[in-house]
């Protein structure tokens, strides 16, 4: 007999699609309601697809939060949903014009989606994540089946499905949204790396559904073949709910990589990193193949890097490296901008550098913006140089979003170091004992580990980036990040 396939979708307690289809019966295809104008009919109306669409609304945020609107819209490319369910459409039109979702009407060819999200009276209204028959994922397990053999000092502590999460997860980050949603200032609202504030709807539904996957052990650890990072229901999950989270009923500690993107800037610094024939332990010649193409193309591209590191004094990179690996770095971003008059804190300073970092090269609107950018080229010069280049735009180059090339540059080294030098050793040095789970630039253990993967972390640094990394003090998830962090 075959298996029923279910799905995890996150759904608000109010509304029951059940209860929904009895008030706004689908109606099979018929010539009255093409006169009437009925944008949707249906020879069948199946369930599991109308769940599929709504499930979409929060698992693609869940994995991408910055990929929401300010509004809370979510874009979904119907092309790409068409592949799985080719009436795909009618299923929305039913959603649309029966008052459950909203789309914000706003289409460009190649380049934006229509975007959607719950309609306003699902809104302030709690969520829980239920297993619901569906054959149709957004998520192919077996896709990434391969990984889990070829990494097992990644994989394996996933396996063992101990990582788990307490129940009080869920009413706090309802108590979360309502904080959230109840402050008039926004300035609780969390920042994305463009600078915009996320929607507090958006963070919860994922929320709740990622708790839902560590609950159900569905993590979906998988590593991307972008930037070549790790991502799982573990990574999506906010800072402010690792207190929940133990492994096999033990605590776990966390030791991050202080302003981990200026520090690995530093690597790219060296003008020994760009060489074919670099002595470097980590050199562009050892990342992976996708990212070593998008460093050479066009061929002008390394042909003006070269060029810049000829006209490059030996002093040039002193003060960056310097304040990069004091671990410091955001901090006097914030003193800086603090003397100008802009009252901003540490997390504003990071995002503001991500954004002068991954930005185009093209000015920004946002007059604060341009302000940081123009701190950050004053402090750096010759830094600021380096990134023009490497984000730098060329005609006849057909590959979206040149500028990225610097994100996943850094991320792809951060990767590398971090999973794949770091977590191997820890794996073979421990005996396979040690359990660790990373979220991206922060190694994550159980209580009592804490000593030996520092000590692991900051040779392996300190190796490959050729400076001693600005570790952060091993942190107790349970003792951080408690209820006075709300």
Known sequence: MPTRKVKLISLPTSFSLDEHIVKFPPFPPSIESIKSGCYYSFSKFKKEKAYYFLGLLTSIPARNPDIVTKDGFVPINQKLVRDSIKDIKDYTNYLLYTGVIECDKHYIPDEKSFAYRWSEKYSLSKVSAKLIECKYDDYDTGRYAWQFEKYPYLFHWYQQDKLMIDDASDDYAFELYQNKMNDPTKRSWDLKNKGERKHPESQYRSAILNIAKIRHCCYEAHIDSNVHRLHSAFTGLGKKYRRFLTYGGEK?????????????????????????????????????????????????????????????????????????????????????????????????????????????????????????????????????????????????????????????????????????????????????????????????TTEGNEAFVQRIMTEELERFIGIAPPLSLPERWEEKYGMENL
């Open 252 to 444: 776990l500690v966390g030791i991050d990589i202080k302003n981990s993107q200026p520090y690995i800037i530093s690597l790219i610094l060296n003008r020994d990193f760009w060489s074919e024939n670099s002595s470097l332990p980590l050199s562009i010649t050892n990342l992976p193949a996708n990212i070593q193409e998008a460093l050479k193309t066009p061929p002008e591209l390394p042909a003006m890097i070269g060029k810049y590191f000829n006209s490059i004094e030996d002093n040039d990179f002193t003060d960056y490296i310097t304040l990069a690996s004091s671990g410091m770095f955001y901090e006097r971003i914030v003193e800086i901008v603090n003397e100008l008059g802009e009252a901003i804190e540490r997390d504003d300073a990071k995002i503001l550098m991500f954004y002068t970092m991954y930005s185009s090269n093209y000015l920004p609107k946002d007059s604060f913006f341009r302000q940081m950018r123009g701190i950050f080229k004053n402090m750096f010069p010759k830094v600021a140089e380096l990134f023009k280049i490497i984000k730098r735009d060329f005609q006849g180059i057909d590959v979206e979003k040149q500028h990225n090339r610097l994100a996943r540059l850094l991320q792809s080294i951060e990767s590398e170091i971090v999973l794949h030098r770091c977590c191997q050793r820890i794996w073979i040095e421990g005996n396979q004992q040690v359990p660790v789970f990373t979220i991206h630039d922060n190694i994550v």
